[in-house]
């Protein structure tokens, strides 16, 4: 991500919206989430904080990515983690989750360049300032 502030913040977090409509739980032994690389915890000693499912409304949860007290803006740090069911029964379509549109699939992972996805929600220290904005974040600040 990317600040033209003069200090970027060391307050900021990222989110991801998905619906689990199909789901017959999201207990942890149906749901599968966790890290799978964090550039800013290998390089700077700075581990990312990743939450557990929160639920927004209804059958929409977002999981939190946040960066306590660094400044990931502008690091060209990386994070990856994986989200998904394998519980027999416990069907989970991510194509219809607001913060999966426009998800850039590769098949090598090294090769590429790294390009920004609108849907992802950018918050600093609790306040949306980057979005494409929607019905499910429409813009206001939210309680982390």
Known sequence: MRST??????????R?????TG???????????????DQAEI????????SKPIQY?????????????????NSNKKYQFVLGTYAWGNSWD???????????EVDDPFKGTVEKCEYICVYDD?????SKGNSVT????ENK
């Open 57 to 73: 409304k209804d059958n929409i949860y977002y999981i939190e990515v946040a960066w306590d007290d660094y400044a990931i803006a």
């Open 94 to 104: 991510p194509t219809d989750d607001w913060s999966h549109q426009d998800l850039k």
């Open 43 to 50: 390089e700077a000693d700075h581990p990312a904080t990743l």
């Open 23 to 37: 789901m017959s739980s999201i207990g942890e032994k149906e749901l599968t989430l966790r890290k799978l690389y």
């Open 126 to 130: 609790g306040v949306l300032v980057d």
């Open 5 to 14: 502030a003069a200090k970027p913040s060391k307050s900021i977090s990222v």
């Open 138 to 141: 429409d813009n206001n600040s």
């Open 16 to 20: 991801y919206y998905f619906d689990i």
